[in-house]
């Protein structure tokens, strides 16, 4: 037997009706098609070599993914956080590692989407949406992990641009993507509230790449050091105003944090067919797996723990798109819960698949190790409940 083959149960094991339009319908099926046509094949290769996927890259321009989360007025198709995220759990169904290289873009063009100018939109999105350009979102450094805030990459104010000097850790598509937001201090005194974002291009002088992490999981998606050295950026290049960068890039969390939870909603998915397959055909006993009641107790709650967090992403994604003002809580809500589903899902598909769960012949030990990164990226999954329950207490103390 062998899981590269994969049944058409997915549609069917969606429970829910989420009433999603003609157009959301269409681009979840193309995404699906490239995932099961073409990223499928080579999933397995791509976790071995660590390569990046260029080909995959292409495969999903020809098929306008890229243009998804770009707007109509620079040649993309004007989607929301809904559309991007059905995307993402189309692809993580298949490979967590690609759904990573596609949706990071998303990530490394919303600040300039958002605070950008005409200008840079011009420059910059038409290339993003046909899939010539890909991006990237640099933030975290050495320093400054869950304290983001605590970052040392500084940007100096110099006759027409800044002069950018630091080091940018574990960034996805680093040393791959041409366009990098970066955030740096253009204000060291004032610290986050001195912390601007800047718009660089690889191949800028003084800008070059450190190692390639070898990671546990995700592994063709590319996560590398950016070391800036004297590197120049023209004042065009700024994204909004100065000091505003931290704040542009907590707006940017609170957006793509349903991404993160429907990459996490994708893998939990084929994890969760892969184990009904095996289970089905398995037999053990005289009879097959699926019939013992302790394996369909786990099965039991993969479904409803599954669909249970594709209700919070979808509803948290549909709040965003609907203009709700405020939305930090909802959206680390959808991340948390389903990357701790999808741990607990891909963990409990290998335990009930056996030794064959635990060999790299087959998808659920890659599943699981893709799982992880869920919990960890995008505000660490400690971090966020912490910032929960603080809204919890504000809300308590405001009715008092
Ligand atoms: C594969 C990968 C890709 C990434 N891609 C990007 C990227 O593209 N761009 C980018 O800017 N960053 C990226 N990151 C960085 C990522 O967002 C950080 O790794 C993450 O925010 C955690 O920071 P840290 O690794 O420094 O861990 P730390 O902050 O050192 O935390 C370590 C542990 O301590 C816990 N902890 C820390 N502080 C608290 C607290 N106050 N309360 C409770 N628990 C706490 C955390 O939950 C965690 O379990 C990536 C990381 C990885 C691994």
């Not at 339009?21 to 098609?33: D, F, H, P, V």
């Not at 490394?108 to 991006?135: M, S, V």
């Not at 790299?360 to 660490?380: C, F, V």
Request: negative net charge; proline residues 3%; contains cysteine.
């Amino acid at each position: 037997m062998t899981w590269q083959a994969i049944t058409q149960q997915g549609e069917g094991s969606v429970f829910l009706e989420y009433f999603l339009s003609e157009e959301q319908k269409t681009i979840k099926n193309l995404a699906r098609r490239v995932a099961e046509e073409r990223v499928l094949p080579v999933r397995a290769e791509l976790d071995e070599t660590e390569e990046f996927p260029w080909a995959i890259m292409k495969d999903l321009a020809d098929a306008d993914m890229f243009r998804v989360f770009v707007p109509e007025e620079f040649e993309g198709l004007g989607g929301g956080c809904l559309d991007l995220c059905l995307v993402t759990e189309e692809l993580s169904r298949i490979c967590g590692a690609i759904a990573t290289c596609y949706a990071v873009n998303a990530l490394g063009c919303y600040t300039l989407i958002e605070f950008g100018t005409e200008a840079q939109k011009r420059k910059y999105l038409p290339d993003i949406a046909a899939g010539r350009k890909l991006t990237a979102f640099a933030l975290t450094e050495p320093t400054a992990g869950s304290d983001a805030g605590n970052i040392k990459t500084t940007a100096e104010k110099v006759e027409g641009g800044y002069v950018l000097n630091g080091t940018k850790q574990f960034i996805t598509n680093g040393g791959e993507a041409e366009i990098y937001t970066v955030i740096a201090l253009t204000d060291k005194a004032r610290g986050a509230r001195g912390a601007s974002a800047l718009i660089v291009e690889k191949g800028a002088e003084g800008f070059s790449f450190g190692k390639k992490e070898k990671k546990m999981g995700i592994r063709a998606s590319a996560t590398r050091e950016l070391i800036f050295r004297n590197c120049f950026v023209p004042e065009e290049n700024l994204i909004g105003k100065e000091g505003m960068g931290f704040l542009q890039a907590m707006k940017l969390f609170d957006r793509s944090r349903p991404g993160i939870g429907a990459q996490a909603l994708g893998i939990a998915q084929g994890a969760m067919e892969a184990a009904v397959d095996y289970t089905q055909q398995r037999i053990q006993f005289g009879q097959p797996l699926i019939s013992l009641p302790v394996v369909q107790d786990i099965l039991g709650d993969m479904a409803t723990h599954i669909e249970a967090a594709r209700a919070l992403i979808y509803a948290a994604a549909r709040s965003i798109d609907g203009g709700v003002k405020r939305f930090t809580e909802e959206s680390a809500m959808a991340k948390v819960f389903a990357s701790d589903v999808a741990m607990k899902v891909t963990t409990d598909a290998v335990q009930i698949c056996g030794g064959p769960g635990y060999m790299r012949d087959y998808p659920l030990e890659k599943m699981m190790r893709d799982a992880k990164i869920t919990q960890i990226y995008e505000g660490s999954n400690q971090v966020l409940r912490n910032a929960i329950a603080l809204e919890l207490r504000k809300r308590k103390a405001r009715t008092e």
